[in-house]
């Protein structure tokens, strides 16, 4: 998502913003912890806070764009839950660039279930919620 105070390009986002995906989650009694909702802006809380709110996933969902993989924070936060968490990841395509696919996190995402969310496409939100809720059963 376009975090406050970044600008955005034309690529940023597409159909599904992570705050609508967030709020959907909610409304279908999935509970979502969003850095940019939950986290405070300070530095020295913020890694703390994304750290917590990893832990206490029992799913990942990574919303990926080009300015994702760009973010140094998004790509720590990533490789945290990669590297550390060992918890299921499933990726969000939210940004309507290309340039993710050629990035680490790619890479590291390879067998990862992938939903996109370029445009508009409520197949893929359906799948995404039942596939989140399967994992929430495990």
Same mark, same amino acid.
């Given at each position: ?30 509970? %979502?912890?969003?850095?940019? @909702? ?9 890694? #703390? &806070?994304?750290? !917590? ?27 945290? %839950?990669?590297?550390?968490? @060992?918890?299921?990841?499933v ?5 309507? #660039? &290309?340039?993710? !696919? ?5 890479l ?21 919620? %039942? ?8």
């Amino acid at each position: 998502a376009v975090q406050k105070n970044t600008k955005s390009t034309p690529t940023s986002l597409g159909w599904l913003d992570p705050r609508e995906l967030a709020d959907i989650f909610r409304k279908n009694n999935i509970e %979502a912890w969003l850095d940019i @909702n939950e986290a405070s802006s300070t530095s020295s809380s913020l890694f #703390g &806070e994304i750290a !917590k709110g990893l832990n206490e996933a029992k799913v990942v969902v990574a919303c990926l764009s080009d300015e994702y993989v760009q973010s140094k924070n998004c790509v720590l936060e990533f490789r945290f %839950a990669y590297d550390s968490l @060992n918890k299921p990841i499933v990726k969000a395509i939210v940004g309507k #660039g &290309e340039e993710w !696919k050629k990035s680490e996190i790619a890479l590291m995402g390879i067998s990862y279930p992938e939903f996109n969310f370029q445009y508009e496409n409520n197949e893929s939100l359906n799948k995404l919620l %039942a596939y989140v809720q399967k994992e929430l059963e495990n």
